[in-house]
Every structure is written in C-alpha cells, then in structure tokens.
C-alpha cells in the first residue's frame, strides 16, 4: 500500500537555525516525491519536487531535500530558517501518469525569533 | 503566473443540503483532481478526471459526490446531501499542460474552500 509517514507533528527552531523535516515513504513504483507548504490561507505551494537524478535537490527559498531509496526517505532542510518560513509542510509521493498523490500528516514549523 | 482558483473560500450549509464547490484550473492543464483535509488530518485524495470523465477516485468518493466540467474553464465538485463529517478543507488541482508528456507532472493546487456543515 501506498504511504506517507512525517514522524514530527510540529517542530519548532529559533530564526537562523538549521531544520530537518523528516518523511518516509511506502510506493510500490518507482516514486516521485514532492515538499508542499501551506501557509495560512494559501494553497499547497511546491518548494521542492524528485522525479529522478541526483539524490540531492535543491528547491526554492534555499530549501533542499535528500532522496534516499534504501531508507525510503526524502527529508527537507534548510541551513538557516527564516520567520517566513513558519507553515504547514507535507511530504507527498506519486506515480508516473498523473496518478494521485499521497499526502503525509504534515509537519507544523514554529520559528521562534 | 498561472494559477488555480476556488470559489467560494468558505461555505456554511446545514446537514443535507447540496452544496457545490467550484474551481478554475489553469486553462492549459488537462488532468483535474479533488483533495480533502479534515481539521488535523493529512490531505486525501478524493478523484481525478481527465477527458471529461473520472479516471480515479477514491473509498470516498461515495455516489454522494460528483464532478463535472460544465464548460472550458470551471470544474466542480457535488455533495447531494452533505453530512456532518464532510466538513473539511476541499483542495482542487490540476496538472500536465497540454503537449506535456505524463510522468513528469507536479500538481498545481487552489487555495482551498473551507466547508462546514452544521
């Protein structure tokens, strides 16, 4: 079966810190795994997307997201969060054809000044 | 930049009311899609359409709710006779631009209508 596991329900780092945001994955082909963030009254915007390639990629606002198929993993950092950065964050896995996604429970991020 | 649209943002009904909620993709994309987050829990999918028919959808998706593409630019999603446990956040999406090949494809998502039904 298909799934998506982010362990943390809510995270919270002082400004400039580093972040982790952890997600695993179960998909029986071969995965494409997006980042989405919600912030309060917008929609699911992309920061990051993994169709293939390098395992390491580099999304916008300097996040980035590392593809590990033998730990089913695609975890996001970021070297230094900013206040904007506060938000809701799902991890999502879906399959070649424009086929569903998947969601995670979401992670909330907390930035404390 | 080219967005996706929902209409209304949020919508109040009593329980067994039909409600319609409505959504403009982006104008070039060909595959459609309903997603909904109940309060505190992850987003799920609910159906995806594609050449004017449902190509998925999913235990949800019970005779209760339909959708249709009425016309070239709006796409909705019915709920004949919503339940208290219908009241979620309601996401539409679409994705895979005309010409575009499948495979490679992100989905473009709404801003989202917040349903609740009393």
């Known amino acids: 079966a298909q799934s998506v596991t982010q362990p943390d329900i809510h995270i919270t780092v002082s400004e400039g810190a580093s972040l982790e945001l952890r997600c695993n994955y179960s998909?029986?082909?071969?995965?494409?795994l997006f980042w989405y963030v919600q912030s309060p009254g917008q929609g699911l915007q992309l920061p990051l997307k993994?169709?293939?390639?390098?395992?390491l990629v580099q999304g916008i606002k300097g996040f980035e997201a590392e593809f590990k198929r033998s730990q089913s993993s695609f975890n996001l950092r970021k070297p230094s969060v900013h206040w904007s950065d506060a938000a809701e964050y799902f991890c999502?896995?879906?399959?070649?054809?424009?086929?569903?996604?998947?969601f995670g429970q979401g992670t909330r991020l907390t930035i404390n000044p | 930049e080219p967005e996706v649209t929902q209409t209304p943002s949020h919508q109040v009904t009593q329980m067994g009311q039909e409600v319609i909620l409505r959504c403009v993709p982006i104008?070039?994309?060909?595959?459609f899609y309903w997603y909904r987050q109940i309060l505190g829990q992850k987003v799920e999918f609910l159906v995806s359409?594609?050449?004017?028919?449902?190509?998925?959808k999913s235990e949800i998706f019970d005779d209760q709710f339909s959708v249709e593409r009425p016309d070239g630019s709006n796409f909705t999603l019915k709920i004949r006779s919503t339940k208290l446990e219908d009241s979620a956040m309601y996401f539409c999406?679409?994705?895979?631009?005309?010409?575009?090949?499948?495979?490679?494809?992100?989905?473009?998502f709404g801003p989202g209508t917040r349903l609740t039904v009393l």
């Open positions: 999406a679409s994705s895979v631009e005309a010409g575009e090949r499948e495979g490679y494809n992100e989905q473009f």
């Open positions: 998909y029986g082909a071969t995965p494409y």
């Open positions: 993994y169709f293939s390639g390098d395992t």
């Open positions: 999502a896995v879906g399959g070649v054809g424009a086929q569903k996604l998947v």
């Open positions: 104008s070039n994309h060909l595959y």
């Open positions: 359409f594609y050449n004017n028919e449902i190509s998925e």
